[in-house]
């Protein structure tokens, strides 16, 4: 019963993560590509047709997690996509680049989060909560678990 219910908050809190980060990235792809940009892997051009991707996938993501839908594989893919955004971080920190990692808001006026190693640890925080729900996934309240 305690691990049917850490495993629904485990569910349902990265539901709201990967929600809570792609809502303010719908509609800004121009502040999204500057943020992309800065990490200075992706040419501009690839900057952009990643900046009109992420929000929405995010948003499918979470949607996923939210509705119960194929839990285990749309966990995988968080991890997977959890573990790219830490190479890019990692990349950018040995790199000696300050800059925002734009991950929940890209947006200027945003409170600006350049420690990119406590970036890093809360996405391994959030590897660790996606593979406890993987392993033991909550498919009460789930459409297709």
């Known amino acids: 019963m305690v691990l049917d219910a850490l495993s629904a908050a485990a569910r349902f809190f990265m539901a709201y993560v990967w929600i809570r980060a792609a809502v303010p990235k719908i509609g800004n792809v121009m502040e999204m ?5 800065a990490y200075e ?3 501009q051009e690839w900057s952009y047709i990643l900046a009109q991707l992420i929000g929405p996938l995010e948003l ?13 594989p749309a966990g995988w893919v968080s991890i ?5 955004f830490i190479i890019g971080l990692l990349s950018a920190w040995q790199r000696g680049l300050e800059i925002d990692c734009g991950c929940f808001d890209p947006s200027a006026g945003a409170v600006v989060d350049t420690n990119l190693l ?4 809360r996405d391994v925080v959030f590897i660790a909560i996606t593979a406890f729900m993987i392993y033991r996934p909550f498919n009460r309240f789930a459409v297709y678990p």
Do not use: C
């Not at 590509?33 to 940009?37: E, G, L």
């Open 41 to 43: 892997i992706f040419t």
């Open 60 to 72: 499918a993501g979470g949607l996923l997690l939210l509705l119960g839908i194929k839990l285990r």
């Open 80 to 84: 997977g996509v959890l573990v790219l």
């Open 33 to 37: 590509t500057q943020s992309i940009a």
């Open 118 to 121: 406590l970036v890093v640890a």
